[in-house]
């Protein structure tokens, strides 16, 4: 079955530190991929998506991702984290019409 | 603005009791689909509707009823037969032709107690 794992499910870091947040997915043809944040009691938000091409993605609020095909990953990095970025992250996969496949969350808290 | 708007933001029903979300949007999108949000499990698709007057059952869809009778709305009711009820509920719509790329409403927290 396809699925999506994010095996950190709770990460702390400095403010003004890097932050590189880790997605693997089990392999489907053409694969989509997404990163979304949630704030708390919020609904989700687009962070950036790779469907072909570059495999290196910017994204808003200065997120990116890279798509390693060879190691089925699509990790986020940001340079600099800012304590407004503390929240949930989501990474999500598809490859079929309408389903869309959400690992489970890796929550971000900042350091002051 | 362009949107989709979740009501209430809490709800609040006693075991037993039928209760139904609301999901409204704008963006002039064709499908439509509600998510179940637990602690640490992510988001499952309960029902989605990819035009109006049909809809196709999720991962997860027993215990719940949907209708769309309209494009722009897509309500969601919670079941007396679903045993576990309380969550947070996600609404979610796409173009039919780029269901890959769906936008979130802001949610609604549903309790049973």
């Known amino acids: 079955a396809q699925s999506v794992t994010q095996p950190d499910i709770h990460i702390t870091v400095s403010e003004g530190a890097s932050l590189e947040l880790r997605c693997n997915y089990s392999y489907g043809a053409t694969p989509y991929l997404f990163w979304y944040v949630q704030s708390p009691g919020q609904g989700l938000q687009l962070l950036l998506k790779y469907f072909s091409g570059d495999t290196l993605v910017q994204g808003i609020k200065g997120f990116e991702a890279e798509f390693k095909r060879s190691q089925s990953s699509f990790n986020l990095r940001k340079p600099s984290v800012h304590w407004s970025d503390a929240a949930e992250y989501f990474c999500?996969?598809?490859?079929?019409?309408?389903?869309?496949?959400f690992g489970s969350g890796t929550r971000l808290s900042i350091r002051p | 603005d362009g949107g989709i708007t979740q009501s209430p933001k809490y709800l609040f029903r006693k075991e037993g009791q039928n209760v139904t979300l609301s999901c409204e949007q704008n963006l002039n999108h064709d499908a439509m689909y509600w998510y179940r949000q637990d602690p640490g499990q992510g988001l499952r698709l309960i029902y989605y509707s990819q035009i109006v007057n049909d809809f196709q059952k999720g991962d997860i869809a027993e215990g719940y009823s949907v209708s769309r009778e309209k494009k722009e709305s897509f309500p969601l009711t919670v079941t007396s037969a679903q045993k576990n009820p309380t969550a947070f509920y996600l609404c979610a719509s796409s173009y039919r032709d780029r269901d890959y790329e769906q936008y979130f409403g802001p949610g609604t927290r549903l309790t049973v107690t």
């Open positions: 999500a996969y598809t490859s079929s019409a309408s389903k869309i496949i």
